[in-house]
C-alpha cells in the first residue's frame, strides 16, 4: 500500500487480528499485530505501520481524552493517566502580526508529563503489556524519557531510558528520576542514545517505545483528529495548514497517518487535508535539506546543534513516512534561528501560552514561511506546540526578564518603578 493521499480502505490480510494488522510501507509484507515483538519489516528492514480494514469517521468518536479515538487505535484500551484533550487557542495579536485569517495553537504541554509524547505512550506501553514484555527502553532528548517512566510506573513496568549525556533539560532528567526509571547517560548524542537502544531491543533486551515502534505513532495520531474536530467546531471550517517542530518526524508521519484514514472512508475530502508544514532549528534540520533538494531520503547529520534540546535529532527515523505527508499535502519544511526559536518562545509567552524552546521552532517557522510569501495571509493556521515552558527552566528564564533587586519597603519600591 502506498503512502498516497487516496484510495479505499485496504483489505485485511489472513493475519490480520479484528481488522488489525501490520505492513511495510517499503515492500507491503503484512505481520500479525501483537503475535511477536516487532519494530521494523522482517523482510526488507522497511518501517512498519499499522493498518485497519475499517478505518474510522468522525461519528465513530465518543468519550475523552486519547481514547475517545479507539475506533482509530489498535486496542480498546490503555495504560492511561487521562492525557490527550489538550487546548487549541486563540492568539488574537499574534494572529494580527503574523498576517493570517485565522491562528490557532494546539498546546500538547498541557499533557499529563508535558508534551505530546503521553499520547504514544498510553497505547505504547498498552501494546507492551499485550505482548508480555516486562522491560521497555527509549532514547530521548527528554520528553519521551519521561512520558516512558510515567506510563511504565503506571503499568509497573521496568523503564530504561537513555540520554545524551548533559544534552537534556534538567526539568525532563528530574520527571524521569521521580517516576522510577533507570537514567543511563552515554557519552554521545541523541542518535547514537537511539543506536544502542535498537540494538538493545534487537538482542531481545528490552521493548522499545521510541517512534521507530509503529503503535506509538498510533497515538500521536490523536493530535491531527483532535485538531481537526476542535478547529471545525471554533471556525466552522478545516484549517488550512498545520505548523509543526520536527525532531524524529515522528508527529508528522502520524498526522498524515490520521488524514490518510479520514479520506478513505470520505470523511475527510482529499483538498481538505491540511498543508503538513516541518520546523528545524538551523543547526539540525535534515529533513528541511531534504525536502529543500526533492530527495527521497534524508542525509543524516552526525553534528547537530541547537537550544530547542528536544529537537537536537540529525537522523530522523520517520523520514519515509514524514517526506510524503509533507510533499502528499502540499506543505513545505523551513529552518529557523536559535534566535527566531526564542522570539517565538516570547511571543506565545505574551499570549499567555508557556512553551519550551522547540515547540516555539513551529510559531518562528510560520513566520519565516509567512514573511517569504510561502503561506498566504487567507490561511486558516494551526501551530503545535509540543511540550511545556517548566520542561526547560532554564530556558525560559533566559528568554524572560531578570529579576529587579527593590528594598523591603513600599516607598523604596515605588521609588524603583518611577525610574
Not at 111 to 132: I, Q, W, Y
Not at 223 to 245: K, M, Q, S, T
Not at 378 to 402: F, I, Q, S, Y
Request: aromatic residues 6%.
Amino acid at each position: 500500500m502506498s503512502l498516497a493521499l487516496s484510495g479505499a480502505a485496504p483489505a485485511p490480510p489472513a493475519d490480520a487480528v479484528d481488522g488489525v494488522w501490520l505492513e511495510c510501507i517499503a515492500c507491503e509484507e503484512t505481520f500479525a499485530p501483537f503475535e511477536d515483538v516487532r519494530y521494523t519489516c522482517d523482510a526488507c528492514d522497511g518501517l512498519l505501520e499499522v493498518r485497519y480494514a475499517d478505518p474510522p469517521t468522525f461519528e465513530d468518536f465518543s468519550g475523552r481524552g486519547v481514547w475517545r479515538y479507539a475506533d482509530a487505535l489498535p486496542l480498546e484500551s490503555g495504560v492511561s493517566v487521562r492525557e490527550g484533550d489538550t487546548p487549541l487557542y486563540e492568539v488574537p495579536r499574534l494572529e494580527a502580526d503574523v498576517g493570517v485569517e485565522a491562528l490557532r495553537i494546539k498546546h500538547e504541554g498541557m499533557n499529563p508529563t508535558g508534551s505530546f509524547k503521553d499520547r504514544g505512550m498510553t497505547v505504547g506501553v498498552a501494546v507492551a503489556r499485550e505482548l508480555g514484555v516486562d522491560r521497555l527502553a527509549c532514547a530521548s532528548t527528554g520528553n519521551t524519557s519521561a512520558a516512558l517512566a510515567a506510563y511504565g510506573s503506571r503499568a509497573g513496568m521496568e523503564t530504561l531510558v537513555l540520554l545524551p549525556a548533559g544534552k537534556v533539560a534538567a526539568g525532563k532528567v528530574a520527571q524521569a528520576s521521580l517516576h522510577g526509571a533507570r537514567i543511563l547517560e552515554v557519552d554521545g548524542n541523541f542518535d547514537a542514545c537511539l543506536d544502542v537502544v535498537q540494538d538493545l531491543a534487537a538482542r531481545g533486551e528490552a521493548y522499545l517505545l521510541n517512534s521507530l515502534n509503529p503503535f506509538r505513532l498510533e497515538g500521536q495520531k490523536t493530535i491531527g483528529l483532535e485538531i481537526l474536530e476542535a478547529f471545525r467546531d471554533d471556525y466552522g471550517a478545516w484549517p488550512d495548514r498545520i505548523v509543526l517542530p520536527v525532531g524524529n518526524a515522528g508527529n508528522t508521519a502520524a498526522l498524515y497517518k490520521a488524514f490518510r484514514e479520514l479520506v478513505q472512508t470520505g470523511a475527510l475530502a482529499p483538498d481538505d487535508v491540511p498543508k503538513l508544514t516541518g520546523v528545524q532549528a538551523e543547526g539540525a534540520a535534515p529533513m528541511v535539506e531534504a525536502v529543500e533538494n526533492g530527495a527521497d531520503e534524508v542525509r543524516r547529520w552526525d553534528e547537530v546543534e541547537t537550544r530547542a534540546t528536544a529537537i537536537r535529532i540529525g537522523n530522523p527515523v520517520n523520514a519515509p513516512k514524514a517526506l510524503p505527508g509533507i510533499r502528499e499535502t502540499g506543505g513545505t519544511a523551513v529552518a529557523v534561528s536559535d534566535a527566531e526559536i526564542t522570539a517565538a518562545q516570547r511571543d506565545l509567552a505574551g499570549e499567555g501560552i508557556g512553551v519550551e524552546p522547540a515547540s516555539a521552532a513551529s510559531v518562528a517557522g510560520l513566520r519565516t514561511l509567512r514573511a517569504e510569501g510561502a503561506v498566504g495571509g487567507d490561511e486558516r493556521v494551526v501551530c503545535l506546540t509540543t511540550g511545556h515552558l517548566l520542561k526547560d527552566p532554564d530556558a525560559a528564564a533566559a528568554a524572560g526578564a531578570d529579576p529587579e533587586p527593590v528594598p523591603a519597603d513600599t516607598d523604596g519600591v515605588l521609588e524603583h518603578l518611577r525610574a
